[in-house]
T-cell receptor, first 111, second 114 residues
């Protein structure tokens, strides 16, 4: 069983739709990252959180430590949001950067 | 502002040939530096990380090595490439001694070993 599971693996949405991507993990963590990987391969860090909720523009990330679950929401989705979204966790006691990565959720937003 | 440069963007190399990928960071001092690999259909995997010049930690046994000759320079090398070394390699940095610092990634190098 993978230590970080993302769902769905693939997601197709119409422009304007509200999108939710889920991440579940099985280890105790210090922090959880949400990353965005563009079609060319470059990766951008969207959020890093250890509790509660963070918002940046149309993106919202939440985490429930007790349930070992995080969600990434995109409001009013746009074709430029099309990318692979990756969840990664830093286990307790793990060295910085030694994250456990999910396999990603490929999002395609149609105009 | 901080920037990270990684090159080349793509590389096709024959089996048995050497490899050198370079990564440099600008606008910050004493960063933690990382090399990750993303194989087809798999998640990112940490290969090496460095907390200072000449200090390299390897996370997985492999055909690759890393070096940090300068504070903001991180090099990934191999003496003889294997087919299994094909993949997408990403360099990243974070603020040292800040456990909750976000990662900043380069644009990656797509390596194909033929």
């Amino acid at each position: 069983k993978n230590e970080v599971e993302q769902s769905p693996q693939n997601l197709t949405a119409q422009e304007g739709e509200f999108i939710t991507i889920n991440c579940s993990y099985s280890v105790g963590i210090s922090a959880l990252h949400w990353l965005q990987q563009h079609p060319g391969g470059g990766i951008v860090s969207l959020f890093m959180l250890s509790s509660g909720k963070k918002k940046h523009g149309r993106l919202i990330a939440t985490i429930n430590i007790q349930e070992k679950h995080s969600s990434l929401h995109i409001t009013a989705s746009h074709p430029r949001d099309s990318a692979v979204y990756i969840c990664a966790v830093l286990p307790y006691g793990g060295s910085q950067g030694n994250l456990i990565f999910g396999k990603g959720t490929k999002l395609s937003v149609k105009p | 502002s901080q920037t990270i440069h990684q090159w080349p963007a793509t590389l096709v190399q024959p089996v048995g040939s050497p490899l050198s990928l370079e990564c440099t960071v600008e606008g910050t001092s004493n960063p933690n530096l990382y090399w990750y690999r993303q194989a087809a259909g798999r998640g990112l995997q940490l290969l090496f990380y460095s907390v200072g010049i000449g200090q390299i930690s390897s996370e997985v046994p492999q055909n690759l090595s890393a070096s940090r000759p300068q504070d903001r320079q991180f090099i990934l090398s191999s003496k003889k490439l294997l087919l299994s070394d094909s993949g997408f390699y990403l360099c990243a940095w974070s603020v040292r001694r800040q456990g909750d610092s976000p990662l900043h990634f380069g644009n990656g190098t797509r390596l194909t070993v033929t």
